[in-house]
T-cell receptor
């Protein structure tokens, strides 16, 4: 089993739709979790950290389910500018050492 | 402006030549990282450094070397021993005070022919 697994997509959704991505991780002791956004041929940019209680930033909501070992990202009212690849990132020890990136889920928002 | 800079953006080299990629940060972050990304694939860790004058191998260190003589700088040398050096190279940094989130530079696209 991969350490961090994501559905590669692409997810093609119409503008204004709500879309959700899941990411599963294999290490039950993983400490911290993040979602990054990567545009084509650009660097990944931090979208949001994922907290145990769940957190929201505007149209974006991130949730953590430790029992089932997955994190999710929900995007409401999709915009054309949301088109990108979304990377799930897991930090096993809560420090510098072991950070694992998922291969990403590609989202295409269609007019 | 605080951030991470990488230069050059595009780099072309002939096979058999060593090449050094630059990475500088003015975020006062302790840790710095080098990743490689191939088309359609995830990021793979080459080397990381938690403190000046110390660094550790990542998952794919063979054919690469680094140095960390200053907190702000973490150059990566791609040696002729690296069998498939053509890739997108990303440098990142992080800080304990920031929750260890990694922040990336704009990357260098290396093409070796």
């Amino acid at each position: 089993r991969k350490e961090v697994e994501q559905d590669p997509g692409p997810f093609n959704v119409p503008e204004g739709a709500t879309v959700a991505f899941n990411c599963t991780y294999s290490n039950s002791a993983s400490q911290s979790f993040f979602w990054y956004r990567q545009d084509c041929r650009k660097e990944p940019k931090l979208l949001m950290s994922v907290y145990s209680s769940g957190n929201e930033d505007g149209r974006f909501t991130a949730q953590l389910n430790r029992a089932s070992q997955y994190i999710s990202l929900l995007i409401r009212d999709s915009k054309l500018s949301d088109s990108a690849t979304y990377l799930c990132v897991v930090n096993d020890f809560g420090g510098y050492q072991k950070v694992t990136f998922g291969t990403g889920t590609k989202l295409q928002v269609i007019p | 402006d605080g951030g991470i800079t990488q230069s050059p953006k595009y780099l072309f080299r002939k096979e058999g030549q060593n090449v050094t990629l630059s990475c500088e940060q003015n975020l006062n972050h302790d840790a710095m990282y080098w990743y490689r990304q191939d088309p359609g694939q995830g990021l793979r860790l080459i080397y990381y450094s938690q403190i000046v004058n110390d660094f550790q191998k990542g998952d794919i260190a063979e054919g690469y070397s680094v140095s960390r003589e200053k907190k702000e700088s973490f150059p990566l040398t791609v040696t002729s021993a690296q069998k498939n050096p053509t890739a997108f190279y990303l440098c990142a940094s992080s800080s304990a005070s920031g929750g260890y989130e990694q922040y990336f530079g704009p990357g260098t696209r290396l093409t070796v022919t």
